[in-house]
């Protein structure tokens, strides 16, 4: 090859792949910078050296070069269907010889890597060594890509275990060796400066840089028998965890022990508190379980599942969702969340909803509300399931559950496996409680922590009448008590200030409420019976739609011009263009500010009826 052969003079030394590794992974960090580079990146170079230090054949051929520099998918699809054409008739096995077609074509990039970043040479046949590997890596990827298209392909690459990735990784992987070349070529040339190239072991896998799967296939005996210990592994399910998930779930389930881990639970028992009332106990219990999920030792598998009992109206739902608003603020991502409603589940057939009707039933071909949902959680390291009242659906409801819970798995209507093992499932009931309510405590139990035991027991008893043991067992049961008075003034704080704040920020308008009128709230708002359900929905009617209509009454402006603003947000939303959200939010808020000659809004109640007294002059311009 005249001077495009010329190499210089290096003393072939043996070397073990851990040390060349090793080596590898100190070049890596001295020449990657910011660019990190892992493990499967650092296992390619370690077989580029050792595999093209040993390759005796010139693997620049004519052939192979023109493949790389004028790709021809079509050229390949016809040469695929030719051999598979053979393969009918009986001309012998000629899958592996498909297999081999991308291989012919990585082993270029493999070799120009070698050859420009660790010998240091520029040019082989006239092309550049650093273009020819680019190009070759990302050719390999596009042929490999192309026969995966083919179904007869895919069976055989997965059946014979060819790939030393999954068949999508596989692609990707290559397509990144493409475009990461300049790197590589900067870390092997580390080594090439530290000392002379590294030589394995004389095996077939090493003489074959490309198909170490294969090689080890072909040079390998029958298998030796997994020793004892690895059987009862698996049946513990202790044995490589990650093989059973796809890519995108193994990421995520790394990426949610992560993130528990870093999630400071103190802070976070402290912020449920504060939301959601008088359930110390509950919350306690819910971020004792989280630490399992922080510490790395629940089961990546299977979805953890909490049933929420207690009265109505006491928070169960509120817990719920304040969970999910505190691990998206504090995680910064969408956290996916379905609710379903038990008292819509009453018939078996409604089953339906969730997973998709039969084949031959009415909207058979429409996908159930499950699958939809599957769609977007599989893309979030959590999401949430909430069933309410599921002491009211059919019992049908908890068995098609069970299954999730057991594998995080289940088989919508049209066959396709649905993972949710990334899901906290979450079920509430007020089973037993709206018996016990109404009846007090038998003599002797004055106290309440005893009173509180005796109603627990009772309702423990209700629940294992009604539900099934093979519910409850999959479970982890929560109790949720009774709110007092007390609690439900804190609830009204909470949610008057909700709605204040909100007035504060939008109309620079404070509110005002008097002690009559907050008695008159909770009054309307609060029963033993019905706890706290019904005063968020007074609070907004007195405290929000009441004062809402007062404030547009009393609104000096003059109509402004909107279609601009209507008309710029429309342009932004379609054509995605970039904007800065505290400018605009300035703009929308200073087309929908009020301009009131008053500075502050008294609610108050007098003679059966609440008022609202405007105090302070003043305004928003």
């Given at each position: 090859?005249g001077?495009?052969?010329?190499?210089?003079?290096?003393t072939?030394?043996?070397?073990d792949?851990?040390?060349?590794?090793?080596?590898?992974?100190v070049?890596a960090?001295?020449?990657?910078g910011?660019?990190?580079?892992?493990?499967l990146?650092?296992?390619?170079?370690?077989r580029?050296l050792?595999?093209?230090?040993?390759?005796?054949?010139d693997v620049?051929?004519?052939?192979?070069?023109?493949r790389?520099?004028?790709a021809?998918?079509?050229?390949?699809?016809?040469?695929?269907?030719?051999?598979?054409?053979?393969?009918?008739?009986g001309?012998?096995?000629?899958?592996?010889?498909?297999?081999r077609l991308?291989?012919?074509v990585?082993?270029?990039?493999?070799?120009?890597l070698?050859?420009y970043?660790?010998?240091g040479?520029?040019?082989?046949?006239?092309?550049?060594?650093?273009?020819?590997?680019?190009?070759?890596?990302?050719?390999?990827?596009?042929?490999?890509?192309?026969?995966?298209?083919?179904?007869?392909?895919?069976?055989?690459?997965?059946e014979?275990?060819?790939l030393?990735?999954?068949?999508?990784?596989?692609?990707?992987?290559?397509?990144?060796c493409?475009?990461?070349?300049?790197?590589?070529?900067?870390?092997?040339?580390?080594i090439?400066?530290?000392?002379p190239?590294?030589?394995?072991?004389?095996?077939?896998?090493?003489?074959?840089?490309l198909?170490a799967?294969?090689a080890?296939?072909?040079?390998?005996?029958?298998?030796?028998?997994?020793?004892a210990?690895?059987?009862?592994?698996?049946?513990?399910?202790?044995?490589d965890?990650?093989?059973?998930?796809?890519r995108?779930?193994l990421?995520?389930?790394y990426?949610r022990?992560?993130?528990?881990?870093?999630?400071?639970?103190?802070?976070?028992?402290?912020?449920?508190?504060?939301?959601?009332?008088d359930?110390?106990?509950?919350?306690?219990?819910?971020?004792?379980?989280?630490?399992?999920?922080?510490s790395?030792?629940?089961?990546?598998?299977k979805p953890?599942?909490?049933?929420?009992?207690?009265?109505t109206g006491v928070?169960?739902?509120?817990?719920?969702?304040?969970?999910?608003?505190?691990?998206e603020?504090i995680?910064q991502?969408?956290?996916?969340m379905?609710?379903?409603?038990?008292?819509?589940?009453?018939?078996?057939?409604?089953?339906?909803?969730?997973?998709?009707?039969?084949?031959?039933?009415?909207?058979?071909?429409?996908?159930?509300?499950?699958?939809?949902f599957?769609?977007?959680?599989a893309?979030?390291?959590?999401?949430?399931?909430?069933?309410?009242?599921?002491?009211?659906?059919?019992?049908?409801?908890r068995?098609f559950?069970?299954?999730?819970?057991?594998?995080?798995?289940?088989?919508?209507?049209?066959?396709?496996?649905?993972n949710?093992a990334?899901?906290?499932?979450?079920?509430?009931?007020n089973?037993?409680?709206?018996?016990?309510?109404?009846?007090?405590?038998?003599?002797?139990?004055?106290?309440?922590?005893?009173?509180?035991?005796?109603?627990?027991?009772?309702?423990r008893?209700?629940?294992?009448?009604?539900?099934s043991?093979e519910?409850m067992?999959?479970v982890?049961?929560?109790?949720?008590?009774?709110?007092?008075?007390?609690?439900?003034?804190?609830?009204?704080?909470?949610?008057?200030?909700?709605?204040a704040?909100?007035?504060?920020?939008?109309?620079?308008?404070?509110?005002?409420?008097?002690?009559?009128?907050r008695?008159e709230?909770?009054?309307?708002?609060?029963?033993?019976?019905?706890?706290?359900?019904?005063?968020?929905?007074?609070?907004?009617?007195?405290?929000?739609?009441?004062?809402?209509?007062?404030?547009r009454?009393?609104?000096?402006?003059?109509?402004p011009?909107?279609d601009a603003?209507?008309?710029?947000?429309?342009?932004?939303?379609?054509?995605?263009?970039?904007?800065?959200?505290?400018?605009?939010?300035?703009?929308v808020?200073?087309?929908?500010?009020?301009r009131?000659?008053?500075?502050?809004?008294?609610?108050?109640?007098?003679d059966?009826?609440?008022?609202?007294e405007?105090?302070?002059?003043?305004?928003?311009?």
């Amino acid at each position: 090859m005249g001077e495009d052969a010329s190499r210089p003079d290096r003393t072939i030394e043996p070397l073990d792949l851990e040390t060349v590794e090793a080596r590898l992974r100190v070049a890596a960090k001295l020449r990657s910078g910011a660019q990190a580079v892992d493990g499967l990146e650092v296992q390619h170079l370690a077989r580029v050296l050792t595999g093209c230090s040993l390759l005796l054949s010139d693997v620049y051929s004519e052939g192979r070069i023109a493949r790389i520099m004028q790709a021809d998918r079509t050229l390949l699809s016809s040469l695929v269907g030719h051999l598979i054409e053979e393969q009918r008739r009986g001309f012998g096995e000629v899958f592996y010889r498909i297999r081999r077609l991308p291989d012919d074509v990585r082993v270029v990039g493999d070799k120009a890597l070698f050859d420009y970043g660790f010998l240091g040479l520029r040019r082989v046949k006239g092309y550049e060594l650093d273009d020819l590997g680019a190009r070759a890596y990302r050719a390999a990827g596009e042929a490999l890509e192309m026969l995966a298209e083919d179904r007869r392909l895919r069976a055989f690459f997965r059946e014979n275990k060819l790939l030393m990735l999954p068949l999508e990784d596989e692609v990707g992987f290559l397509r990144q060796c493409a475009d990461r070349f300049p790197l590589y070529a900067d870390i092997l040339r580390e080594i090439g400066v530290d000392g002379p190239p590294p030589r394995a072991a004389l095996d077939l896998s090493t003489r074959v840089p490309l198909m170490a799967a294969v090689a080890e296939a072909v040079a390998t005996a029958p298998e030796r028998p997994a020793p004892a210990e690895d059987y009862v592994a698996a049946a513990r399910g202790d044995a490589d965890r990650g093989s059973l998930f796809s890519r995108e779930q193994l990421l995520s389930a790394y990426e949610r022990m992560v993130l528990f881990a870093a999630l400071d639970m103190d802070h976070l028992r402290e912020a449920l508190e504060a939301t959601v009332v008088d359930q110390q106990p509950a919350v306690v219990a819910l971020c004792d379980e989280f630490t399992l999920c922080a510490s790395g030792t629940r089961d990546l598998r299977k979805p953890p599942g909490y049933f929420l009992v207690g009265p109505t109206g006491v928070g169960k739902n509120h817990l719920v969702e304040s969970l999910q608003r505190i691990l998206e603020g504090i995680w910064q991502i969408e956290i996916p969340m379905l609710s379903i409603e038990g008292p819509n589940f009453t018939y078996p057939s409604d089953i339906n909803e969730l997973r998709g009707a039969t084949r031959g039933f009415i909207r058979s071909d429409e996908e159930g509300i499950l699958a939809a949902f599957h769609e977007r959680a599989a893309k979030a390291p959590v999401s949430i399931i909430l069933v309410d009242e599921v002491e009211k659906a059919h019992a049908q409801l908890r068995t098609f559950f069970l299954s999730i819970l057991d594998r995080g798995t289940t088989t919508d209507n049209r066959g396709r496996v649905l993972n949710l093992a990334n899901a906290i499932v979450f079920f509430t009931s007020n089973l037993g409680y709206s018996d016990v309510q109404s009846r007090s405590a038998p003599i002797g139990y004055g106290e309440e922590d005893a009173r509180r035991a005796y109603v627990d027991s009772d309702v423990r008893a209700d629940i294992r009448r009604a539900l099934s043991p093979e519910f409850m067992n999959r479970v982890r049961m929560i109790h949720f008590g009774r709110l007092s008075s007390e609690s439900a003034e804190r609830i009204l704080d909470l949610e008057f200030a909700r709605i204040a704040r909100r007035y504060r920020e939008v109309h620079d308008l404070e509110l005002l409420l008097d002690p009559a009128a907050r008695r008159e709230l909770l009054a309307r708002g609060f029963s033993p019976g019905l706890g706290a359900r019904r005063l968020a929905t007074t609070l907004e009617s007195v405290c929000n739609v009441a004062i809402s209509q007062r404030i547009r009454r009393d609104d000096k402006r003059l109509p402004p011009d909107r279609d601009a603003l209507v008309q710029r947000l429309r342009a932004l939303r379609d054509e995605a263009r970039i904007f800065d959200p505290n400018e605009l939010r300035r703009e929308v808020l200073g087309h929908v500010r009020a301009r009131l000659d008053y500075r502050s809004l008294r609610i108050a109640y007098r003679d059966g009826a609440f008022s609202y007294e405007p105090e302070g002059a003043g305004g928003c311009a």
